[in-house]
């Protein structure tokens, strides 16, 4: 087996701090959600073309993402959120050399893993919306199933993120050199990159001599630098997300302290009428009923005959509908 982990051993790096493993932590999800967002707006925008990539995001990100991260971790030696971070995995000091079962492993955990979690959590939602809205429509056995799925899945994920904090906590007290559960299970750490890590030719050392050749140095040199173009593009990306972020907030800064158009001042309708004729028939009103958008009194046939044709008040042409008007009562009427 190819060992290219002479590099990853004889770190003399410093241990990170608690905020750049979440720091980098929190990449990984926003990076995801990201990308979802972009294929959200793309299958709206072309249901036909896009809409089929977005339903199954999920499965295609994670496919991209594990081959990214496996050539990543290569290359670079880390993850791509951990060397944006400037950080760099260092396998068990026991057994240094990362083979590619590790980088593997690696990538199952950091890619494959939060994706089955995703997939458990959606399930859960799924089962618990159709519980609660009583489309629960399962049988026996599968019911059966559905139902201890619904009761056990809250206490999993209540004891997994239990897990997870005690590892942040026990990392930021430095009681353990492990910042995860997960990178505990492949006994890797994270540490900073050094001078060299950052210079051109760090990658050879983490590809295996016997692999070095014209044809193969090549090859990995695209990778690198394909890899070098997608730090350089979500770093470039982010910076212009956020100017875009301040700008569109101090433009609608503006616009919300700006006054507002004054409107024009209210007609003065008139209805030439006495005060107990109803502005439709122009008689005296019979069961006086009051159009609460408007305001105005009118006989009950009337105006709801009016409102239920025109929608609108006859008096002021103001939106009505038949729940508006309201029967008025006189105090001789008890
Ligand atoms: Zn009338």
């Not at 290569?74 to 950080?87: D, V």
């Not at 955990?109 to 994706?115: I, K, N, Q, T, W």
């Not at 609660?132 to 559905?146: C, E, I, M, T």
């Not at 910042?179 to 994270?190: E, G, R, V």
Request: aromatic content about 16%; proline content about 6%; glycine content about 4%.
């Amino acid at each position: 087996m190819a060992e290219y982990g002479i590099h990853h051993a004889t770190s003399s790096g410093s241990n990170p701090s608690i905020f750049e493993v979440i720091g980098q932590e929190n990449l990984v999800s926003a990076l995801r959600s990201a990308f979802r967002h972009v294929f959200k707006i793309l299958a709206e925008n072309n249901p036909e073309k896009f809409g089929l990539l977005h339903k199954y995001f999920d499965e295609g990100y994670t496919v991209v993402d594990s081959v990214f991260q496996f050539i990543h971790l290569r290359l670079k030696g880390g993850l791509f959120p951990e060397t944006f971070y400037g950080l760099k995995r260092i396998p068990d000091p026991r057994n240094p050399n990362v083979s590619k079962q590790k980088v593997m492993t690696w990538v199952f955990f950091a890619v494959v893993f939060p994706y089955v979690q995703s997939q458990m959590e959606r399930l859960y939602k799924d089962i618990r919306e159709e519980h609660s809205q009583g489309s629960f429509n399962y049988k026996d056995f599968k019911r059966r199933l559905a139902l201890l799925y619904l009761k056990f899945y809250p206490l999993y994920n209540f004891m997994w993120e239990m897990v997870v904090l005690s590892y942040y906590v026990a990392f930021a007290l430095k009681k353990t050199s492990f910042h995860s559960p997960l990178m505990h299970l492949t006994s890797s750490t994270l540490t900073h990159l050094t001078a060299f890590d950052l210079s051109d030719d760090a990658w050879k050392e983490y590809i295996p001599e016997n692999q070095q050749k014209k044809l193969i140095t090549t090859l990995w040199n695209c990778m690198n630098i394909f890899v070098g173009g997608v730090t350089l593009t979500i770093s470039v990306g982010a910076f212009i997300t956020q100017f875009i972020h301040w700008w569109y907030n101090r433009q609608s800064g503006v616009t919300s302290f700006a006054p507002l158009p004054i409107p024009p001042p209210p007609q003065k309708w008139s209805t030439d009428n006495g005060i107990d004729v109803c502005p439709l028939c122009k008689k005296k009103r019979t069961n006086d009923t009051a159009l609460s958008s408007s305001g105005f009194v009118f006989c009950y046939p009337c105006i709801f005959h009016f409102v239920q044709d025109n929608q609108k008040c006859p008096v002021t042409g103001y939106k009505s509908s038949l729940n508006q008007l309201v029967k008025l009562y006189h105090s001789d009427e008890f």
